[in-house]
């Protein structure tokens, strides 16, 4: 069953998340509520093997009425520290604080306040023999226990929630869940940091790595209250910075000084062997709570692939749990922090992320955590970009879609396979043929044309003229089209390709071409970015082993690009982009094939001249699903 909601009514947009000098106002106000309203207390809660995690406990002044617990672990710190500083923001949103929870937030161990050593993205230990055989799982388990003893006021119940980093740390702790713990939101949950965040199918995100790792993942001697060293970048311009530092050894001599833990133990694994394998925890995902909502946004930078992964997993591995999935036009934890409606120049026609809190998150903990007679969520609550529609599914991704492929064709085509399974060329394109471009690693394709140093929160729905101009990003769309085209699910990306050097990276872009204008409008012409993905072409059969390429060799690639649901309107086109270089968003390949990619010298650095071949033997093509409601 599918349901389309249009939303007309505004919602309270809840005042933490308001803008300038209003925003510092409001925040004020916030705080104040929940001094007045809350007690603070704070734990070292101890753990199985003796080791004390620091743990903030906000109990309702109201002892009128027992409340469930609520709980947030992070490594990103439970300031303000001190029971008599209170924070402007407890909770998800304004509304679980005015709803009434018992609020619990935590320092993961190994962090701030905390005790113990911190193991980023802590491998699951399935089997716990000893005390000392302690994971986020058991972590979880035993600060629930200690909480359900020690906590006075509580109805028994527990959930937890968290975005991006907690959200991992929410996902970790269902794992054989707590029987207390009932309902449990994993947000842009890290799911395998292999795909997630700095990697994409073994494409390493620099900019994002190197901010993100820059500032919070310096070695700690001690339990500390003090807030992380946020790196000082010596330019904005991060195309330049990246750039003329050169290689990857260069940038950690150079701006990291060799002292950021994770990165070199990444740059000492640049396949997916051991190190990254039991950092995934989807294969983990068993016996988890009862209500289980995994929340994201299409244009989450950073986790949208834990996001779905996670999803797929519970669903695949717990039957019976009642799992649901929540999708917004949001950036990454957009939901909770913006309005949601708008990314930067596209528009979203309304309050997106404050319907959400209001009616979506807040149901869902008052109905698993408190019995509230209010409908259980849909199986999938997804948002129709293109449509800026609401839309509910009893599955995703949905039953109702036909799998359709794309092929490019000369002239910069892009044509529907035809439906007897013919994939073979069109009139031209006969045996052998290709388009063409040179890729210079020393003049790479910018990711942006803004001038950043970081990953831009909106580049995933940035206008993409300024890379089709490009002599080096070559580029194909559809005719016009007709009517109404809805593309639901995930995307394969099937590529047969060659390359004068020995290795190269592929980059491919799905995008939704406006129609021009007679009158200038802010969308006249736009080249929206529905999706994206980065594959290291050394991976295409092994991401363990990597292989070169055979110079001029035609060779299959194929690799997912994640989940839309997105609506390409009539008098619009679908065009697809596909490039090598995506600077400084990815790193540079060499495309020159050597074992560590990470220390690649200049010398390695070569220009090598790319195909895509589009021939009946090597055609290279997209599998999409289209939705068949119009």
């Given at each position: 069953?599918?349901?389309?909601?249009?939303?007309?009514?505004?919602?309270?947009?809840?005042?933490?998340?308001?803008?300038?000098?209003?925003?510092?106002?409001?925040?004020?106000?916030?705080?104040?509520?929940?001094?007045?309203?809350?007690?603070?207390?704070?734990?070292?809660?101890?753990?199985?093997?003796?080791?004390?995690?620091?743990?903030?406990?906000?109990?309702?002044?109201?002892?009128?009425?027992?409340?469930?617990?609520?709980?947030?672990?992070?490594?990103?710190?439970?300031?303000?520290?001190?029971?008599?500083?209170?924070?402007?923001?407890?909770?998800?949103?304004?509304?679980?604080?005015?709803?009434?929870?018992?609020?619990?937030?935590?320092?993961?161990?190994?962090?701030?306040?905390?005790?113990?050593?911190?193991?980023?993205?802590?491998?699951?230990?399935?089997?716990?023999?000893?005390?000392?055989?302690?994971?986020?799982?058991?972590?979880?388990?035993?600060?629930?226990?200690?909480?359900?003893?020690?906590?006075?006021?509580?109805?028994?119940?527990?959930?937890?929630?968290?975005?991006?980093?907690?959200?991992?740390?929410?996902?970790?702790?269902?794992?054989?869940?707590?029987?207390?713990?009932?309902?449990?939101?994993?947000?842009?949950?890290?799911?395998?940091?292999?795909?997630?965040?700095?990697?994409?199918?073994?494409?390493?995100?620099?900019?994002?790595?190197?901010?993100?790792?820059?500032?919070?993942?310096?070695?700690?001697?001690?339990?500390?209250?003090?807030?992380?060293?946020?790196?000082?970048?010596?330019?904005?311009?991060?195309?330049?910075?990246?750039?003329?530092?050169?290689?990857?050894?260069?940038?950690?001599?150079?701006?990291?000084?060799?002292?950021?833990?994770?990165?070199?133990?990444?740059?000492?694994?640049?396949?997916?062997?051991?190190?990254?394998?039991?950092?995934?925890?989807?294969?983990?995902?068993?016996?988890?709570?009862?209500?289980?909502?995994?929340?994201?946004?299409?244009?989450?930078?950073?986790?949208?692939?834990?996001?779905?992964?996670?999803?797929?997993?519970?669903?695949?591995?717990?039957?019976?749990?009642?799992?649901?999935?929540?999708?917004?036009?949001?950036?990454?934890?957009?939901?909770?922090?913006?309005?949601?409606?708008?990314?930067?120049?596209?528009?979203?026609?309304?309050?997106?992320?404050?319907?959400?809190?209001?009616?979506?998150?807040?149901?869902?903990?008052?109905?698993?955590?408190?019995?509230?007679?209010?409908?259980?969520?849909?199986?999938?609550?997804?948002?129709?970009?293109?449509?800026?529609?609401?839309?509910?599914?009893?599955?995703?991704?949905?039953?109702?879609?036909?799998?359709?492929?794309?092929?490019?064709?000369?002239?910069?085509?892009?044509?529907?396979?035809?439906?007897?399974?013919?994939?073979?060329?069109?009139?031209?394109?006969?045996?052998?043929?290709?388009?063409?471009?040179?890729?210079?690693?020393?003049?790479?394709?910018?990711?942006?044309?803004?001038?950043?140093?970081?990953?831009?929160?909106?580049?995933?729905?940035?206008?993409?003229?300024?890379?089709?101009?490009?002599?080096?990003?070559?580029?194909?769309?559809?005719?016009?089209?007709?009517?109404?085209?809805?593309?639901?699910?995930?995307?394969?990306?099937?590529?047969?390709?060659?390359?004068?050097?020995?290795?190269?990276?592929?980059?491919?872009?799905?995008?939704?071409?406006?129609?021009?204008?007679?009158?200038?409008?802010?969308?006249?012409?736009?080249?929206?970015?529905?999706?994206?993905?980065?594959?290291?072409?050394?991976?295409?059969?092994?991401?363990?082993?990597?292989?070169?390429?055979?110079?001029?060799?035609?060779?299959?690639?194929?690799?997912?690009?994640?989940?839309?649901?997105?609506?390409?309107?009539?008098?619009?086109r679908l065009m697809v982009q596909i490039q090598s270089t995506w600077f400084p968003l990815v790193d540079r390949n060499p495309q020159t094939?050597?074992?560590?990619?990470?220390?690649?010298?200049?010398?390695?650095?070569?220009?090598?001249?790319?195909?895509?071949?589009?021939?009946?033997?090597?055609?290279?093509?997209?599998?999409?699903?289209?939705?068949?409601?119009?």
């Amino acid at each position: 069953m599918k349901h389309i909601v249009r939303i007309s009514l505004l919602f309270v947009v809840p005042v933490a998340w308001t803008s300038g000098g209003a925003a510092a106002q409001d925040a004020q106000q916030l705080e104040s509520y929940i001094r007045l309203h809350y007690s603070k207390h704070e734990y070292m809660v101890p753990m199985r093997d003796g080791v004390k995690l620091f743990t903030s406990v906000f109990v309702p002044r109201d002892a009128t009425r027992k409340y469930p617990i609520l709980m947030k672990r992070t490594p990103y710190s439970c300031a303000p520290y001190g029971e008599d500083k209170y924070p402007a923001r407890v909770g998800p949103s304004e509304h679980f604080v005015k709803a009434g929870y018992i609020f619990v937030n935590q320092d993961v161990r190994g962090r701030f306040a905390s005790e113990g050593e911190f193991v980023q993205v802590t491998p699951h230990r399935p089997n716990k023999n000893k005390p000392t055989d302690t994971d986020e799982s058991s972590d979880t388990r035993d600060t629930i226990d200690w909480l359900l003893a020690h906590v006075p006021g509580h109805n028994g119940r527990v959930g937890m929630y968290g975005i991006s980093y907690p959200g991992f740390y929410a996902a970790a702790g269902m794992i054989d869940a707590h029987p207390a713990l009932r309902a449990v939101s994993p947000q842009a949950p890290v799911g395998d940091w292999f795909f997630d965040d700095f990697l994409h199918h073994g494409t390493f995100f620099l900019a994002h790595a190197f901010r993100w790792l820059s500032s919070n993942d310096h070695a700690r001697t001690s339990p500390t209250t003090e807030p992380v060293r946020q790196f000082v970048y010596p330019t904005p311009d991060g195309y330049k910075m990246f750039l003329e530092a050169g290689s990857i050894e260069n940038i950690n001599r150079l701006y990291l000084k060799d002292t950021i833990p994770f990165w070199n133990d990444m740059m000492q694994h640049p396949n997916r062997d051991e190190f990254w394998q039991k950092r995934a925890l989807m294969p983990h995902l068993k016996n988890v709570a009862p209500a289980v909502m995994v929340v994201t946004g299409w244009y989450d930078a950073e986790d949208l692939y834990g996001s779905f992964k996670t999803y797929q997993s519970i669903e695949a591995k717990n039957p019976r749990v009642n799992n649901v999935l929540v999708v917004g036009p949001w950036h990454h934890g957009g939901w909770a922090s913006v309005d949601g409606d708008r990314l930067g120049n596209v528009p979203f026609g309304s309050k997106t992320a404050a319907f959400y809190r209001a009616e979506i998150e807040l149901p869902f903990f008052e109905k698993y955590l408190k019995n509230q007679e209010v409908p259980a969520p849909a199986e999938a609550t997804v948002f129709e970009t293109g449509a800026n529609v609401w839309r509910t599914f009893e599955r995703w991704p949905p039953r109702s879609i036909e799998t359709k492929s794309l092929l490019v064709r000369a002239g910069g085509k892009l044509e529907w396979a035809s439906t007897n399974g013919d994939r073979g060329a069109s009139r031209g394109d006969s045996a052998g043929h290709w388009d063409e471009f040179v890729s210079d690693p020393n003049r790479p394709v910018p990711y942006t044309e803004t001038i950043t140093p970081r990953m831009t929160i909106e580049y995933m729905t940035d206008d993409q003229r300024f890379a089709a101009r490009r002599p080096d990003v070559l580029v194909y769309q559809t005719d016009v089209l007709a009517e109404d085209l809805v593309l639901a699910g995930p995307i394969q990306a099937d590529l047969w390709v060659s390359t004068t050097g020995t290795d190269a990276d592929w980059i491919v872009k799905l995008i939704d071409v406006h129609p021009d204008a007679p009158e200038p409008t802010p969308l006249a012409g736009y080249q929206m970015m529905v999706r994206s993905e980065s594959f290291r072409g050394r991976f295409r059969n092994d991401y363990a082993n990597p292989e070169a390429f055979r110079p001029n060799e035609p060779t299959r690639v194929r690799f997912e690009l994640l989940d839309v649901l997105h609506r390409f309107r009539k008098g619009h086109r679908l065009m697809v982009q596909i490039q090598s270089t995506w600077f400084p968003l990815v790193d540079r390949n060499p495309q020159t094939f050597v074992p560590n990619i990470y220390f690649a010298k200049p010398e390695d650095f070569r220009m090598a001249t790319h195909r895509v071949h589009r021939s009946a033997a090597h055609p290279t093509s997209f599998t999409v699903g289209v939705f068949g409601d119009r």
